[in-house]
């Protein structure tokens, strides 16, 4: 590679690599075979990736990865990797930051919660070329508005909180991206709220700075309203889902989460925390060549 050749390929460009018709591009793609992005709603390739690819070596599924959980942060995950006692390390930065480690060999497993067209993580984890990975339900959770209670009967929609104080996300985090969805949808922008300082990298970091009254909202799931005694107002039904390597899988410290996630005790901190649905635990939602 030189330093003129583009970072990102064209559909037509990746077939002239690959000495087909784009059609078999296409084709790849919706099998989940190729690593691409969708860019508002273009396609592109990454070159280092697409390399990775036609060599064999995308993914980093050659060595033995470390005993991490990154990505997403998780209430009731976070939890369960403590009870547990599986001697999981936790790295969470959300979900893109998170999925750059998983791709890397860095963890075992990724928590995430994308939202991808009418759908949470699938096309988005089909799209890096990864080898030898699972995508796991973990649970369904009840996201939307946590709110402070001096402004919880003001708002009944997205809207009303023009001009308050609102908790941003990292840029990446499935929190933004899904926040950016929901304000296009509804005609707004960033700019019709006044951002509280900082950012918020986990659920428990958004919902105390409602709590502490350094922000007025926050977009967050019920469980941390629940928690802080916070208002909120639901949005939407969004899926979070662990990315596991396969070998990984059935190693002592991630056996040992799964394990406890069958325990009664894991079943009633759920139902304790509210906002979550557990009925898909554990469902094969992707699979990797």
Known sequence: MTSTEPTYLTTKEVADLLRVKERKVYDLIAAGEIPHRRIIGKLL???AEIVQWIEGTAGNDTGE???VL????????DWAVRESGCGLATLLDGSGNGLETYAGGDAALCGLHIPDGDDWNVGIVAGRGLRGSVLLTWAQRARGLVLAPAIQAEVACLSDLKGKRVVMRQPGAGAAVLFERLLAREGLSPEDFVAAAGYARTE????????SGEADAALGLETMARQFHLGFLPLVTERFDLLVDRRAYFTEPVQKLLAFTRTQAFVEKA??????????MGEVRWLSP
């Open 204 to 211: 428990s970091d958004a919902a105390a700075a409602v709590a």
């Open 271 to 280: 139902r304790a925390m509210g906002g979550y649905d557990l009925s898909g």
């Open 70 to 77: 990154t990505g997403s942060h998780d209430p009731l995950l």
């Open 65 to 67: 990865r470390p005993a």
């Open 45 to 47: 390739f990454p070159r």
